[in-house]
């Protein structure tokens, strides 16, 4: 369905379209007037040592510097103190009735508190900042009376910053007034195409009843011109990753957080031009594809059972936004999968889209040659009006002697992550016997930067990804074409290892320090696994909200199955290998279906794939990233669509040929003369 049809809808439908708009808009003015903005003030506090413990030169000037990490436990009870509901009680009668958090601060390994009051009243909003200041400080002292501590060991409280004029927060109130337009706007819009699929079924039916059809007119020429012209899911998808992969993935709308990308609103528009191109009855979803989609209900399920519990629960307000964004990730994904395996309606296209995949991932992975030379990253110097970075300090990452690219991604390991699951389709797109005639270095060129950037990540993920996609693909190859592989994967060790000095030793470094537990990544991952367990035991079936396991509220967790138990419980767990076990189900039939050697690598190509993201989930929180979690979804859905068309060529190869009749067999006669 092309844009100017769908315009043709709206404008016969307007009496949805404008009393639905103007209702939306409506409500959204009476938010803005009704919704007072607020205000937050804070102020940071240091726990200082006794005079007996801190012994300090005098050329260390500043005492606070002596805030080391024997007083981050003091500090935890001090704010486990201000959070309680005695504390609460006490502020209430001192006036302090705004919201009010009590924290350590970001990116602090020191005992450095930050203190906040959230509210409407800006003059009011500083008075309580100064009022939970000052009681941080008496709260302390009360604890070490209790535990009759000497007055020689008493440790101090020192504020850092002052409380901070309050300043406006009107991120949330915005929020809901882009929340009630866009859910206005979107109703009208998919009432309107409703409407219009119920008109064309009953126009079909009526003619169907006829005996005797009416001349059918001679069809105009469309009116020429980008609104007429027909729009497929390749073209809606082929923007998408345009969006996805040029513009660095850690850039969003503000309203939206992190999910908020360019290419993910892109999507969800995609999203809508679907549903009206089907329920226009313009397109039906493609026969043998529906396993993919039922795998994401069983995800949305998970999804939707996750956000009830952290509805039904008392969370925090940033909670509740994390759920809200959770929700938007997950339509995203529904996109995505939807647009590859019901939309796409020809092979052909689908192949075209799947090169444009391998080309834009090997430009990506060339920017990461020059961030791993240049030692910088070329994403810091990306601004784009009226999106911010939804990560808090993206900074160059180093390791060892080494920057680790990342390219237009918003973290190294996203990087690795995202090329190791593409790699194997550059491989296979190399080697198709259809694009022979193609030049080798076209055809070589992005399996040798794609393959080539993955070491420059320096990191372990990226090796796995590596060794996964060279065990799945290489012994599957006849003995020439296997020995030769092996032949350039050990020169190319050889050549890092001449032209990268160091970089090899850093590599190997990295497993041996996490065989012999002595990486502190390692350890910290580790503490991180036992440390959710509690989270686990609250809410053991459908976890605390999908979403809502951020950071700031919480820590990384470094690992997306153990996100998934966090947010969604067993429930989402089960989902999730559900989701990853479909993908590689769905590469090992397309290679048992394939009537060709072309068809059986490209089923191996997404069997690989998919084995690739079940293993390295395991190593980061995949799908919490944008790009990662975009690209996986998208080749989820590609690998159903390619199962599609192979069923349904299979079945077409496999009916038996119409019998012949006795009179096809009788001897023809020959007319003699």
């Not at 604890?143 to 409280?157: D, G, I, M, N, S």
């Not at 915005?174 to 195409?193: H, M």
Request: with cysteine; proline share 5%; glycine share 8%.
């Amino acid at each position: 369905m092309s844009l100017g049809e769908i315009w043709a809808i709206l404008r016969r439908r307007w009496y949805f379209m404008v009393p639905f708009t103007v209702l939306s808009l409506l409500g959204g003015a009476y938010l803005y007037v009704s919704v007072p903005v607020s205000y937050e003030s804070q102020s940071s506090v240091a726990l200082l040592d006794s005079s007996a413990v801190a012994r300090l030169a005098p050329t260390f000037g500043n005492p606070i510097s002596n805030a080391g990490g024997s007083l981050i436990v003091t500090a935890d009870v001090l704010i486990r103190t201000l959070e309680s509901s005695d504390a609460a009680k006490e502020l209430q009668g001192r006036g302090v009735t705004d919201q009010y958090t009590a924290g350590f601060a970001p990116e602090s390994d020191s005992p450095l508190l930050v203190l906040g009051v959230t509210g409407t009243d800006r003059a009011k909003v500083l008075k309580e900042t100064n009022t939970l200041t000052t009681f941080a400080g008496e709260q302390l002292d009360a604890l070490q009376a209790a535990a009759k501590v000497p007055p020689a060991y008493l440790v101090q409280t020192a504020p850092v910053v002052l409380p901070q004029t309050p300043v406006a927060k009107s991120k949330s109130r915005y929020q809901d007034i882009a929340a009630v337009i866009i859910l206005g706007v979107v109703s009208a819009f998919l009432l309107s195409i409703l409407m219009e699929g119920v008109a064309v079924v009953r126009r079909r039916r009526s003619l169907s009843k006829r005996v005797a059809p009416k001349p059918t007119r001679t069809p105009q020429r469309e009116r020429p011109g980008w609104l007429s012209r027909r729009v497929d899911a390749t073209a809606v998808l082929t923007v998408y990753l345009v969006l996805a992969f040029f513009i660095p993935s850690n850039l969003a709308l503000p309203a939206l957080g992190g999910v908020g990308t360019p290419a993910n609103v892109f999507a969800l528009l995609g999203l809508l031009w679907y549903l009206a191109t089907w329920l226009g009855g313009r397109v039906l979803p493609a026969p043998g594809t529906r396993l993919v989609r039922i795998a994401l209900c069983v995800l949305g399920l998970a999804v939707m059972a996750a956000y009830i519990a952290d509805a039904m629960r008392e969370s925090s307000h940033e909670e509740v936004l994390g759920a809200d964004r959770g929700l938007i990730g997950f339509l995203v994904w529904v996109s995505l999968v939807v647009l590859t395996s019901a939309a796409v309606q020809e092979r052909d296209r689908l192949d075209v889209l799947m090169r444009r995949v391998v080309v834009m991932a090997s430009l990506v992975a060339a920017i990461g040659f020059y961030d791993f030379f240049a030692a910088t990253n070329i994403a810091d110097s990306i601004h784009i009006p009226g999106l911010q970075s939804s990560v808090a300090a993206v900074t160059t990452l180093d390791r060892g002697a080494f920057t680790r690219p990342r390219a237009t991604t918003a973290q190294p390991l996203e990087f690795a992550g995202m090329l190791a699951i593409l790699l194997p389709f550059a491989i296979q797109q190399a080697l198709d016997p259809v694009r022979r005639h193609l030049h080798v270095l076209r055809r070589w060129a992005p399996v040798a930067l794609m393959a080539g950037a993955l070491p420059l990540s320096v990191s372990r993920t990226s090796i796995i990804g590596l060794l996964i996609v060279a065990l799945v693909m290489v012994p599957r190859w006849k003995p020439a074409r296997r020995w030769a592989a092996i032949g350039v994967m050990t020169a190319s060790v050889a050549v890092f290892k001449v032209l990268i000095p160091g970089l090899i030793g850093t590599i190997t470094g990295l497993f041996a320090s996490f065989l012999s537990n002595s990486d502190s990544s390692t350890q910290a991952r580790t503490v991180k696994y036992s440390a959710i367990v509690p989270y686990l035991k609250e809410h053991p079936l459908f976890g605390r909200g999908f979403g809502t396991f951020t950071p700031d509220l919480y820590f990384f967790t470094d690992n997306q199955y153990m996100l998934g138990l966090a947010e969604m419980g067993l429930l989402g767990l089960v989902a999730l290998f559900t989701l990853f076990i479909t993908g590689i189900h769905q590469g090992g039939a397309i290679r048992r279906l394939a009537r060709t050697d072309s068809d059986r690598e490209l089923g191996q190509a997404f069997f690989a794939s998919s084995l690739v993201a079940l293993v390295i989930s395991a190593t980061f929180d995949s799908l919490s990233f944008p790009m990662f979690a975009g690209m996986y979804f998208l080749i989820l859905g590609a690998g159903a669509s390619y199962l599609g068309f192979i069923r349904r060529e299979a079945a077409a190869a496999t009916v038996p040929a119409p019998r012949r009749t006795s009179e096809d067999q009788l001897p023809q006669l020959v007319e003699s003369r």
